[in-house]
């Protein structure tokens, strides 16, 4: 495994920290690494060892750093999560973080089997072709950018109907009730609790939902495992319980909604966008649902202000170039004209400073 891992088979990733001032170097060392990658391995172990790679890398490792910064330094955590002292990992007991941690190892290691049999079974019992297309060939901006948005729509509205009407169905049964005895257990969620879950639990609402687009639409490998580094950084922090993260839209408002999820002991904030929730009416996260986030980012940013300012800006433009083709203007129109282009230019620097 440390020897494949050695090879460029993330190098896809890394192509932006490339230093070489030519954009056509970096994309002809991309491809020769990757060919050289493809060439020497077989499809299977190029997918599979990479699906495991990328989990590590982006999932278990950062859900490693995020609990040790919780257990060593406790008190400068508490600062950052939502739910204070009391989302601390170690406030449970330490074999209760054991056994989330362990549980949620396993999960992942149990996705990537399952996926290592699903191919398995395409190649070398139905002999049809593998699920995931390994090339040398590479896809195009436009195609990965394509593929991404439909295995996010598709995971998105899959994990809300799981999420929903099998793990938390208002008629009891074993699905939802391992749910509620396994993940629910923890009342504060911390990076690990992600893919901590009966095992059937998570294949369902986690597995299932990421696996199933690559399936359905047959995703280049590469574009697989882009998907899969997203969507293991977006369960690292959106599980994480910290209320400072980057963007108020995206991550922060997706973590507050998760973090509220826990708290109300899953009686809403089944989606992992909120976009479900908010049209379901199934938003608990105080009121606050992600159009609410997208309209204080907006207001944050000063977005409806300096819009308005663009287009009086732009209406004045549009009359000066009126009256520059209607001929001579008389001195109250040019004094007008004048008071116009001098409002517009005190409105640029506010702008630039803010």
Excluded at 194 to 217: E, G, K, M, Q, R
């Amino acid at each position: 495994m440390s020897s494949f891992v050695s090879l460029p088979l993330l190098s896809f990733l890394a192509l932006p920290a490339l230093t070489s001032p030519s954009t056509s170097l970096n994309i002809l060392f991309f491809y020769v690494t990757w060919t050289t990658l493809v060439l020497s391995h077989s499809p299977l172990k190029v997918e599979v060892y990479g699906s495991l790679a990328i989990r590590a890398i982006f999932y278990i490792l950062p859900s490693l750093l995020f609990l040790a910064f919780d257990t060593v330094f406790p008190s400068l955590a508490v600062g950052v999560k939502a739910q204070g002292e009391s989302a601390i990992p170690s406030r449970a007991g330490k074999d209760k973080a054991a056994r989330v941690v362990a549980v949620a190892t396993f999960n992942v290691l149990l996705g990537v089997a399952l996926q290592t049999g699903t191919e398995l079974l395409f190649t070398e019992v139905f002999h049809v072709r593998s699920g995931i297309k390994v090339t040398a060939s590479l896809p195009t901006p436009w195609g990965i950018a394509k593929d991404l948005l439909s295995a996010f729509a598709i995971r998105g509205v899959l994990h809300y109907a799981i999420h929903r009407y099998i793990l938390h169905s208002e008629s009891s049964s074993y699905l939802s009730r391992w749910h509620n005895t396994w993940q629910h257990s923890v009342r504060a969620p911390y990076a690990f609790v992600a893919t901590y879950d009966h095992p059937i639990c998570y294949v369902l609402s986690h597995w299932v939902p990421t696996y199933a687009p690559a399936l359905l639409f047959r995703f280049h490998v590469l574009t697989y495992h882009l998907f899969t580094a997203l969507v293991s950084l977006e369960e690292a922090l959106v599980y994480s319980g910290y209320s400072v993260l980057p963007s108020t839209i995206v991550l922060s408002g997706m973590a507050r909604r998760t973090d509220a999820h826990f708290t109300s002991k899953g009686k809403g904030n089944f989606g992992v966008w909120g976009l479900l929730d908010w049209l379901s009416g199934t938003t608990v996260a105080g009121g606050k649902d992600v159009i609410d986030d997208v309209g204080d980012e907006m207001e944050k940013h000063g977005v409806a202000r300096r819009a308005s300012d663009a287009i009086e800006n732009g209406k004045g433009m549009v009359e000066d170039a009126k009256e520059r083709l209607g001929g001579a203007e008389t001195g109250d129109r040019k004094s007008k004209r004048n008071e116009r282009r001098q409002m517009r230019k005190e409105s640029v620097p506010s702008i630039e400073e803010e």
